[in-house]
């Protein structure tokens, strides 16, 4: 069974860093793009980084050169690592896997909140 089980929210102030950590299962090796997106109220979830199992990686503009998405298939964990953080950085962050002719799989969220 898949799950995904994020981790490493929280508060933080503004020009702050966090990191956030998301643990597949069954294995991490499984899934071809691992991937976090976030969601504000009224908002879709947006992409925010993706990285694909050859090592191709993406962000999306408004976190390019703060944000850094690492993948580590020997712990079956997929990071983000957060720095200069701002008040629009607030809001859910999800991991996502997906694997070939397969659906999507979410995490449960976790909640980053950035104080000015």
């Known amino acids: 069974q898949v799950q995904l089980v994020e981790s490493g929210g929280g508060l933080v102030q503004a020009g702050g860093s966090l990191r956030l950590s998301c643990v597949a299962s069954p294995s991490i090796s499984v899934f071809n793009i691992m991937e976090w997106y976030r969601q504000t109220p009224g908002q879709e979830r947006e992409s925010v980084a993706s990285?694909?199992?050859?090592?191709?990686?993406k962000y999306a503009d408004s976190v390019k050169g703060r944000f850094t998405i690492s993948r580590d298939n020997a712990k079956n964990t997929v990071s983000l690592q957060m720095n200069s953080l701002k008040s629009e950085d607030t809001g859910v962050y999800y991991c996502s896997a997906m694997r070939p002719f397969d659906k999507r799989y979410w995490g449960q969220g976790t909640q980053v909140t950035v104080s000015s």
């Open positions: 990285i694909a199992g050859g090592g191709m990686i």
